[in-house]
């Protein structure tokens, strides 16, 4: 499957994030890179589509946040990476501030996604990969694609980051090929953890199918976000589909939810298909905690295919860094059938 790819991306490399009340090894660290680049064939470098495509998606103030937040972090006498430690809650209003500090927390909403030198620069060329996937299917010459974006990115919502997200890749996709009339569109999120941040940016929008397999937030990041009962609102309503799964879900019952997932896809018309595929659903993942096999990654592939419609997936999570590219191998080759 053509693959899309660019060097930038591993610039990324935080040292270290608050998660569970201790400092720990950044989970979403470049090695995942390398781990998926061993088992492809080749990769294409994406080509630069500009920012337009990613403000038609993010907010501008936020987007010049995000390119200036380690700089103004350094400037102010700080070392290492960049990391918010309050955050607005309630009644989260746009306030002009001169502290990197507020706006880190105004733009932020977790400790556990730091910025850091290369931040913008990886970010900015995963969400070029997935442009230039998507245009290599527009163009008519290849059904399917793959971006093999880092850092991932459907916590990202229009003005924030968290998730180890920061640009919504699948999000930026959407409407570009909203935007070249190849809607309406659906986004099917197979990550361990709910794309909150993709959630929201379509939440009122008819145009855009949202469905969603995993963990149940009432016991997993992002907690907030990705209950059943969170269906869209205004002329999104119905038009997001969420399934939240026990830890522990086994091939067995997640072959129903993706079975339901992809009927509705089927049922709402869709002419464009985009996956954030993320491969934390694997057994031996660190951080999540269902328990499909790289056997299953690959019927994940193969179910996702019958859909018949042109397929962009893009990379979301996946923290097994020895096994994450046979994973991500069984779920390419399963949807390239």
């Known amino acids: 499957m053509l693959t899309f790819y660019c060097d930038r991306q591993s610039a990324h490399a935080p040292v270290r994030e608050l998660n569970n009340g201790e400092w720990m090894d950044y989970a979403e660290c470049p090695e995942r890179l390398n781990s998926i680049l061993d088992v492809l064939s080749n990769s294409t470098t994406p080509r630069d589509h500009g920012l337009q495509p990613i403000s038609a998606v993010h907010d501008a103030a936020y987007l010049q946040f995000l390119r200036n937040a380690h700089d103004e972090w350094l400037a102010q006498g700080r070392e290492g990476d960049a990391l918010g430690y309050a955050f607005p809650v309630r009644r989260r209003r746009r306030l002009e501030h001169d502290r990197i500090d507020a706006r880190l927390g105004q733009f932020g909403f977790d400790a556990a996604t730091p910025i850091a030198s290369g931040t913008w620069q990886a970010a900015y060329w995963g969400a070029q990969s997935a442009l230039s996937a998507l245009e290599a299917i527009t163009s008519g010459e290849h059904r399917r694609a793959f971006a093999l974006c880092r850092p991932p990115g459907h916590h990202s919502g229009r003005d924030y980051y968290g998730g180890y997200c920061y640009l919504n890749n699948a999000a930026i996709a959407a409407q570009r090929a909203i935007d070249a009339g190849l809607g309406p569109v659906a986004i099917l999120d197979v990550d361990y953890h709910h794309g909150n941040g993709t959630q929201d940016i379509f939440y ?12 149940d937030p009432r016991t997993d990041y992002p907690y907030f976000w990705g209950h059943a009962d969170e269906l869209g609102e205004g002329a999104g309503e119905g038009a997001t589909f969420n399934q939240p799964l026990p830890r522990g879900t086994r091939w067995s019952n997640y072959q129903r939810a993706l079975g339901s997932a992809l009927e509705k896809i089927s049922a709402f018309g869709a002419r464009t298909l985009i996956v954030s595929y ?14 499909l096999t790289t056997d299953d990654m ?20 996946g923290y097994q860094i020895d096994e994450l590219g046979r994973n991500v191998q069984a779920f390419l080759s399963g949807l390239a059938l």
């Open 204 to 215: 009122e929008r008819a145009d855009v199918f949202f469905a969603s397999i995993h963990c």
């Open 278 to 291: 993320g491969a934390d659903t694997f057994v031996d993942d660190p951080i999540s905690h269902f328990a």
């Open 298 to 317: 690959h019927r994940v592939g193969v179910a996702i295919a019958g859909l018949a419609l042109p397929t962009l997936c893009v990379m979301e999570g």
